[in-house]
T-cell receptor
């Protein structure tokens, strides 16, 4: 089955700096890669996703890149703000797998004002 | 619009007691439904998923079971809780027959077994 590794497990940045979180996956058939943000005591919420026919996607201050050859994808947050502090999860799934997402272990991002 | 409701938000139960967590989805039909568990400081572990009424698959053998008595209702149960069952339980849904797409999560239930 699919295995998703996520690094780093914790990340501390100064407000205004950029943050990068990286994930690798094992199943070359995976073709959907969402990123979730989880605030304390709440359920995860989708912030951006990318499909394997796209190499990069951007939405305001967040962007995701995908390298299918190397089987890794990354989340980039620019101009970080204190409200970006949360746990971020990457995930992967493939089309014929019943829409089941395999999640990475999560990254706790702390943005210091 | 679609909404997912999960309750209770918090629960403290003694070891050996039964468990029932309920999740309902509104605004959609025939959703895929999922139960995840998140241990403290850890990632999301898929426990059960369901593609239809009474069609449930277990991903991890354990002390828990799931049922789907109605199309948009998903229940997580245990006959006798263990200390190791403590964690944050999340219900999620995704649209059926749309290939792979995002899952929408409920707000979670924090279960503490004492």
């Amino acid at each position: 089955g699919e295995n998703v590794e996520q690094h780093p497990s914790t990340l501390s940045v100064q407000e205004g700096d950029s943050a990068v979180i990286k994930c690798t996956y094992s199943d070359s058939a995976s073709n959907y890669f969402p990123w979730y943000k989880q605030e304390l005591g709440k359920g995860p919420q989708l912030i951006i996703d990318i499909r394997s026919n796209v190499g990069e996607k951007k939405d305001q201050r967040i962007a995701v890149t995908l390298n299918k050859t190397a089987k890794h994808f990354s989340l980039h947050i620019t101009e970080t703000q204190p409200e970006d502090s949360a746990v971020y999860f990457c995930a992967a799934s493939r089309y014929n797998a019943g829409n089941m997402l395999t999640f990475g272990g999560g990254t706790r991002l702390m943005v210091k004002p | 619009s679609q909404t997912i409701h999960q309750w209770p938000a918090t629960l403290v139960q003694p070891v050996g007691s039964p468990l029932s967590l309920e999740c309902t989805v509104e605004g959609t039909s025939n959703p895929n439904l999922y139960w995840y568990r998140q241990a403290a400081g850890r990632g999301l572990q898929l426990l059960f998923y369901s593609i239809g009424i009474d069609q449930i698959s277990s991903e991890v053998p354990q002390n828990l079971s799931a049922s789907r008595p109605q199309d948009r209702q998903f229940i997580l149960s245990s006959k006798k809780l263990l200390l190791s069952d403590s964690g944050f339980y999340l219900c999620a849904w995704s649209p059926i027959n749309r290939g792979n797409t995002e899952a929408f999560f409920g707000q979670g239930t924090r279960l503490t077994v004492v």
